[in-house]
């Protein structure tokens, strides 16, 4: 079984930065795609960045382009969220998710939550005003 660790989120004045991180636990899981979500209280999780293994295209959300930064470490199976000029509208519990890549190649999905196989618990990122 596959488990994702997360870095700890924390709490940042508006305007400031934070870094998230996950790994992928298993040596052998080979993955497709590892992303970023966010659920605010009362809203729907969305999808705030991802990137496809195969080719390293990469997706963000209309509201972080230009904020937030996603990169990877292939030997690692580890993602980064690097998030800057925080704004209190980015308050969430964040979600790293990963897709399990054994089955697929060249131009597969991997921005709707249902291309993810495996959840993080999710960190708390709190930005204020």
């Known amino acids: 079984q596959v488990q994702l660790v997360e870095s700890e989120g924390g709490l940042v004045q508006a305007g400031g930065s934070l870094r998230l991180s996950c790994g992928a636990s298993a040596r052998t899981f080979r993955s497709g795609a590892m992303g970023w979500f966010r659920q605010a209280p009362g809203k729907e999780r969305e999808l705030v960045a991802a990137?496809?293994?195969?080719?390293?295209?990469?997706y963000y959300t209309d509201s972080v382009k230009g904020r937030f930064t996603i990169s990877r470490d292939n030997a690692k199976n580890t993602v980064y969220l690097q998030m800057n000029t925080l704004k209190p509208e980015d308050t969430a519990v964040y979600y790293c998710?990963?897709?399990?890549?054994?089955?697929?190649?060249?131009?597969?999905?991997?921005?709707?939550?249902?291309?993810?196989?495996?959840w993080g618990q999710g960190t708390q990122v709190t930005v204020s005003s």
């Open positions: 990137i496809r293994w195969s080719d390293s295209s990469t």
């Open positions: 998710a990963a897709k399990n890549g054994a089955y697929y190649s060249g131009s597969y999905s991997y921005t709707r939550t249902r291309d993810y196989d495996y």
